[in-house]
């Protein structure tokens, strides 16, 4: 077949065009695509750091906030409660929180970055019900004078002291879990966001 006479110009032109049209259209595709493979904004909300506001809290409440939809308590813990917390050793499963439910920088008895305030999940341990908070000291449905205050669970009867850590023989495994957080200030924290990396 003889080629004289053929324009190959319009030949590179019109190959031209249709790669860049195909190319377009590719592009279209794929932005959509690729866009469904991100979170979405609420998706994002539902894990995102909270910032709670403490000033308010008095010695002995407890505030309840929502992060990753779970409940998460802060409680202002009197000097008498965490007195009270070196006294309950010997009746808990896990007194010193060995096993791994704590951020690293959590330690000690109080189980808290400033001991006053208590941070933890708010879900017990065993199924997930949530505890109620019980700080009345010497509760007689929850052990008269052993009680020094803390959580009881209502589902399977669990009770955890004021620094989330579960008694002995209850149904619960393990002490509450103590979400990553960090203080911003005097009067406000961080839940999600671990210590120094506010």
């Known amino acids: 077949m003889s080629t004289d006479g053929v324009d190959n110009s319009k030949r590179r032109f019109l190959t031209a065009a249709t790669a860049a049209v195909g190319a377009v259209g ?47 308590w802060i409680v202002h813990r009197t000097e008498q409660n965490l007195k009270d ?9 896990d007194p010193n929180s060995e096993a ?3 951020p690293a920088y959590i330690k000690g008895t109080a189980r808290a ?15 997930g019900c949530s505890p109620t908070y019980r700080p009345e000291v010497g509760a007689a449905d929850l052990g008269g004078d052993d009680w020094k205050g803390g959580f009881f669970c209502p589902c399977h009867g669990s009770k955890f002291d004021l620094s ?7 149904p619960a495994p393990t002490n509450l879990v103590i ?20």
């Open 179 to 198: 979400p990553p957080y960090t203080y911003v200030s005097d009067t406000r924290l961080i839940i999600g966001v671990d210590e120094g990396a506010a």
């Open 26 to 72: 590719a592009g279209f595709v794929a932005v959509p695509f690729l866009k469904s493979w991100q979170p979405s904004a609420k998706a994002l909300a539902a894990g995102a750091p909270v910032e709670v506001d403490i000033s308010k809290l008095q010695p002995g409440q407890l505030m309840r906030v929502l992060w990753r939809k779970k409940p998460v």
């Open 113 to 127: 970055l400033k001991p006053k305030y208590f941070v933890a999940e708010g879900l017990c341990t065993h199924l």
């Open 100 to 102: 791994q439910q704590q």
């Open 164 to 170: 989330g850590r579960v008694y002995a023989g209850v």
């Open 85 to 93: 917390l070196e006294g309950l050793a010997g009746e808990l499963e």
